[in-house]
């Protein structure tokens, strides 16, 4: 039987690795791809899938995020397997016994164990929406799980060294030509996170928000917030250049509720 498949990846070469691995698969049935929360969702709703390849770590709505939509809407739920480049969500997947959890890079002897699994749940009916329920309802209390395994401190470097920053202490960060630099009162240096997204799963939710796709900003370091081009606005950070962060229109509003403006 064909399992009507879905995958679901902010990265377009982890996508489209995944098609090329899946493609050896002849029981297996690519009907859609996606590449955030949101277009998981809707793919779902039109789909109806019976097999979701699910990245964990995305922009808006990640992968969890994603599942309480579905359990929300009242959505068949698909067989549920997590993709990620983390292995600390191994512990909170298999907790909830998702059909299985894939580390990246994807190896194909691992995806194939995935894809086994997956058929025999598939072709036994078996629901997944209780299993999955209780991962939603543990998000509640994710706080403690998630936080303990954001590092305290964070790599850079600079010039030939390698020096370690608390993260509370990281002012912003940013992306240019694919290497991030972040920020800190003393230092100045490249992270070894390939993105911001990345970078962003590692820090407090709280305290470290994304006011534009190229900026990551602790806002315990905001100094100014300075009105500009129609009613946007630009952050001034509380670095040694005093900095000047831009605030794309899509997070005005949230700018506004962030400092009561």
Do not use: C
Not at 6 to 25: C, G, M, N, Q, T
């Amino acid at each position: 039987m064909a399992i009507n498949t879905v995958i679901v990846d902010d990265e377009r070469p982890a996508r489209e690795e995944l098609l090329y691995l899946l493609k050896s698969f002849p029981e297996i049935n690519v009907v859609a791809l996606g590449k955030n929360g949101l277009e998981a969702v809707a793919l779902i709703k039109e789909h109806d899938p019976d097999l979701v390849f699910l990245d964990v770590q995305m922009p808006g709505l990640d992968g969890f995020g994603v599942i309480k939509k579905l359990v929300e809407r009242k959505l068949r739920m698909p067989q549920i397997v997590f993709a990620t480049a983390y292995d600390h969500y191994a512990v909170q997947a298999f907790e909830v016994s998702a059909v299985d959890y894939l580390l990246k890079p994807f190896d194909k002897t691992r995806v194939a164990k995935a894809i086994e699994r997956a058929k025999k749940m598939v072709e036994a009916h078996t629901s997944p929406v209780q299993r999955l329920e209780t991962l939603v309802s543990q998000l509640g209390a994710e706080g403690p799980n998630r936080s303990a395994a954001r590092p305290v401190k964070l790599l850079v470097k600079s010039q030939s060294r390698m020096i370690l920053i608390d993260a509370e202490d990281m002012i912003y960060a940013s992306i240019q030509d694919g290497a991030i630099t972040i920020f800190s009162r003393d230092t100045e240096g490249v992270s070894n996170y390939r993105t911001v997204d990345e970078l962003m799963e590692m820090l407090d939710p709280g305290v470290f928000w994304r006011p534009h796709r190229s900026y990551l900003i602790n806002i315990n370091h905001i100094k100014e917030v300075v009105p500009w081009f129609k009613s946007s606005y630009m952050l001034k950070m509380n670095d040694k250049r005093a900095s000047e962060i831009p605030v794309s229109r899509a997070q005005t509003k949230r700018l506004r509720e962030l400092l009561k403006l």
